[in-house]
């Protein structure tokens, strides 16, 4: 059974930049599993719908939520079957728990970022 898990979040200031991990473990069924089917990264705020950040498809293709085009940038690396979330230019309203998700596999346990002076 794959299993992923999140880490780096944090508090950070506005204007500051921040990376998200998530790792995937499992043993065999792990590996280059973000090149199979891709990874996803969600965020939950408090008292809102869990909404769709950043995506890299398998084919490596990349998509982003209008709200951190420019700003955000997701990658995976095969070697060490983990995917990343660069958060730049942070602002108060990137505060939330997020999450990462390899679609129809497994969802992250969630890490929590709050952006505040």
């Known amino acids: 059974q794959v299993q992923l898990a999140e880490s780096g979040g944090g508090l950070a200031q506005p204007g500051e930049s921040l990376t998200l991990s998530c790792a995937a473990s499992?043993?065999?069924?792990?590996?280059?599993?973000?090149?199979?089917?891709?990874i996803s990264w969600y965020r939950q705020a408090p008292g809102s719908a869990r909404e769709l950040v950043a995506r890299i498809l398998s084919s490596g293709s990349t998509d982003f939520a209008d709200s951190v085009k420019g700003r955000f940038t997701i990658s995976r690396d095969q070697t060490n079957n983990t995917a990343y979330l660069q958060m730049h230019n942070l602002t108060t309203e990137d505060t939330a728990v997020y999450f990462c998700?390899?679609?129809?596999?497994?969802w992250g346990q969630g890490t929590q970022l709050i952006v505040s002076s």
């Open positions: 499992g043993g065999r069924r792990s590996e280059g599993i973000f090149r199979l089917y891709g």
């Open positions: 998700l390899i679609p129809g596999i497994a």
